[in-house]
């Protein structure tokens, strides 16, 4: 993969897209002591060459009857190259999986869970998960207090 040479005014730019995504160019240019067009320039920079991926919203789990947090670690039957493919195109469409990871250790992925309660993913664990024929066991994580959530990249 492709690393990208920055610079301290594009570090800048980028931790305070990473606070906010729609903060103005005006804004933005003012905060690192440039005029508007040379930093719009840097970050269409930034966007065509992929380091800057997306702009998006950080939603409130809770608020949304979505608070009951797991981390689920799934471990194949057996893996092998379309069982793997086949597990993680079946997980892409699970809209209860946020993020999943492979993983190098005793189990194979690491999925990302939210559900409304306890009773929605047991459920979840059987009609859903439970039918993925390559799956061999799950051991789940609940999250009782999250100490530090965050979406974005430490930058140096």
Do not use: W
């Not at 040479?5 to 570090?11: R, S």
């Not at 920079?45 to 608020?63: F, H």
């Amino acid at each position: 993969m492709e690393t990208h040479q920055l610079d301290k005014t594009d570090l800048q730019l980028l931790k305070i897209l990473q606070e906010n995504g729609r903060i103005s160019i005006k804004e933005l240019a003012q905060r690192v002591h440039l005029s508007p067009t040379p930093v719009f320039d840097r970050v269409r920079r930034l966007e065509s060459s992929g380091v800057i991926e997306r702009y998006t919203t950080v939603l409130n789990a809770a608020k949304l009857g979505q608070g009951f947090l797991v981390f689920c670690s799934v471990k194949l039957r057996r893996m092998g190259k379309d069982i793997a493919h086949d597990f993680v195109e079946r997980v892409k469409d699970i809209p209860e999986v946020a993020e999943c990871y492979n993983i190098s250790g005793e189990f194979d992925y690491l999925l990302k869970i939210y559900a409304p309660d306890m009773q929605y993913y047991n459920e979840f664990c059987i009609n859903v998960l439970g039918t993925i024929e390559s799956l061999g066991s799950i051991q789940s994580s609940f999250v009782m207090n999250p100490v530090k959530t965050s979406v974005g990249l430490p930058l140096r």
